[in-house]
């Protein structure tokens, strides 16, 4: 928690490998999820199926670790009408949500990263069942980080909060209802620069184009 | 033991890594051309044929036989065998040396942190080789069969020729990349070089004992040209190659890929955003 939106959001893309900390490091131990739900990492081009083969190659122990089956995978992607041979681009905004959700709490992580605009659409009634599966792989002695400014998921989910300073010093530390109430009555959070969400890692995408085209030659 | 284990499953989970980036731009492209999978095997295939083609065609202009490579070169190799050869290596170099060059195009698997900047290049580089690996093959395997001549004298040279020069490339690109950075038009005035100077100095219409002595240092200074002769070599122990040596050929590929990878050990979050020619 903090008033600081932006350091909120460059501390998660430091946790999640996309930008280098100006000074000092990082260490972490066991596996690292890559932000729940983000709409990276896969072509549009590519199908459910090939999509799901490519993730499950690169996390394959994290897939044997998990306490959800492909098969329960499908299923649940299946009430959503999604199917494995449908590509991505042809899913509606509903269906994409879904699936890069699906796909994230598929697989067994030691720590899970949470960004702020995903946990909000955790709370939806769309992604109740998403819910639930989440909370069943956590239960597993799993981490979460979140930077989420829902107390309802931060409930739900969570059970310590660090309350950081505009500057990135750290404020808080400890149980999450106190983390609560220390953050409502000493932090002023600026609820507009809350909703300017920065959306992290958007560089991480392909262009449509094959520009290796228009090297030949 | 432990350690030993720990390494091996390192480089096995790696490999996979590679595997899967490999499979997917390979899936991409198939989604996006109308050949289908088989886009990465035809667009080399049509730039092969082209010059072997262009060769033949100067051949049959000048009279000489047609199904020959209408010079000395006639005496050791067909002239497919001779062009394919020179092409499947220059070209390796040249499809790696520029995806590298072009920064990571293909960015979207970063989004993963088990996937780096290196194991992109190192699975695109995959999927070119095998492209020309098996386009060569084929060719040679055709050749073969119509002449009932097989040869190949030095299987284990041609490997490591072969080998050498994704090495080299993968080096030389890695490390223009990142010189790059200080100027991009030093990239693009690069990428033009390499799409002139390979095609006309590394060996791919000529041999090496065709040009007279005084003249060929101005050509045997491109490694290149080393890795063609020394892989038509391999083929026939009888083809000459002088002023040519593997050693020369080693030397560049592990001093080229040795200064890249302490380039990228030390800039590789430059990598993240090399996208911007």
């Known amino acids: 928690m903090s008033s600081n939106s932006f350091l909120k959001v460059q501390l998660m893309a430091i946790l999640s490998g996309f930008v280098y900390p100006v000074s000092g490091d990082f260490e972490t131990f066991g596996s690292l999820s890559w932000p729940l739900g983000g709409g990276g990492g896969l072509d549009s081009k590519l199908t459910i199926g090939q999509g799901f083969d490519f993730v499950s190659s690169?996390?394959?122990?994290?897939?044997?670790?998990?306490?959800?089956?492909?098969?329960?995978?499908?299923?649940?992607?299946?009430?959503?009408?999604?199917?494995?041979?449908?590509?991505?681009?042809?899913?509606?905004?509903?269906?994409?949500?879904?699936?890069?959700?699906?796909?994230?709490?598929?697989?067994?992580?030691?720590?899970?990263?949470?960004?702020?605009?995903?946990?909000?659409?955790?709370?939806?009634?769309?992604?109740?069942?998403?819910?639930?599966?989440?909370?069943?792989?956590?239960?597993?002695?799993?981490?979460?980080?979140?930077?989420?400014?829902?107390?309802?998921?931060?409930?739900?989910?969570?059970?310590?909060?660090?309350?950081?300073?505009?500057?990135?010093?750290?404020?808080?530390?400890?149980?999450?209802?106190?983390?609560?109430?220390?953050?409502?009555?000493?932090?002023?959070?600026?609820?507009?620069?809350?909703?300017?969400?920065?959306?992290?890692?958007?560089?991480?995408?392909?262009?449509d184009s094959n520009s290796d085209q228009s090297d030949a030659f | 033991m432990m350690l030993i284990n720990r390494i091996i499953k390192g480089l096995r989970r790696q490999w996979m890594i590679i595997v899967a980036i490999a499979a997917y731009d390979r899936n991409r492209q198939a989604a996006g051309s109308s050949l289908g999978s088989w886009e990465s095997l035809i667009g080399p295939m049509q730039m092969m044929l082209f010059f072997i083609g262009m060769r033949v065609g100067f051949s049959v202009l000048r009279g000489s036989n047609k199904f020959a490579a209408g010079g000395s070169t006639d005496m050791y190799f067909n002239i497919v065998v001779f062009m394919s050869t020179g092409f499947c290596i220059a070209f390796l170099f040249r499809n790696v040396a520029i995806k590298s060059l072009s920064g990571l195009k293909l960015k979207a698997p970063l989004y993963y942190p088990r996937i780096k900047p290196l194991d992109i290049l190192l699975a695109l580089s995959l999927n070119d080789m095998r492209a020309l690996a098996t386009l060569s093959l084929a060719i040679l395997g055709i050749v073969y069969y119509f002449t009932w001549s097989f040869r190949l004298d030095s299987p284990g040279l041609a490997i490591s020729v072969y080998l050498l020069t994704v090495m080299m490339a993968l080096g030389f690109g890695l490390s223009v990349v990142f010189l790059g950075r200080l100027n991009k038009w030093l990239v693009k005035i690069i990428k033009r070089l390499i799409q002139r100077i390979i095609i006309f100095t590394s060996g791919i219409f000529f041999a090496t004992f065709e040009i007279p002595a005084h003249l060929r240092p101005f050509i045997t200074w491109n490694p290149i040209l080393h890795g063609v002769e020394l892989f038509r070599y391999s083929i026939n122990n009888e083809y000459p190659i002088p002023d040519i040596s593997l050693s020369y050929l080693i030397l560049c590929s592990i001093l080229m890929l040795g200064f890249s990878l302490i380039l990228y050990r030390t800039n590789e979050s430059l990598l993240l955003d090399a996208n911007n020619d």
């Open chain 1, 58 to 207: 690169i996390y394959s122990d994290c897939l044997e670790a998990s306490l959800i089956s492909v098969d329960d995978f499908f299923d649940v992607l299946q009430t959503r009408s999604i199917d494995s041979s449908t590509r991505l681009k042809d899913l509606v905004k509903e269906q994409k949500d879904f699936f890069y959700m699906m796909l994230s709490i598929l697989f067994s992580f030691d720590i899970y990263l949470v960004p702020s605009d995903r946990s909000k659409y955790l709370m939806t009634r769309e992604a109740r069942p998403l819910r639930n599966l989440l909370n069943k792989q956590l239960s597993n002695s799993k981490s979460m980080v979140t930077i989420s400014i829902s107390n309802r998921f931060k409930r739900e989910f969570c059970n310590r909060g660090i309350v950081l300073g505009p500057r990135g010093e750290m404020l808080f530390y400890g149980d999450l209802e106190e983390a609560i109430d220390y953050e409502q009555q000493n932090v002023k959070i600026d609820s507009e620069s809350e909703e300017n969400q920065f959306d992290i890692a958007s560089h991480l995408t392909n262009s």
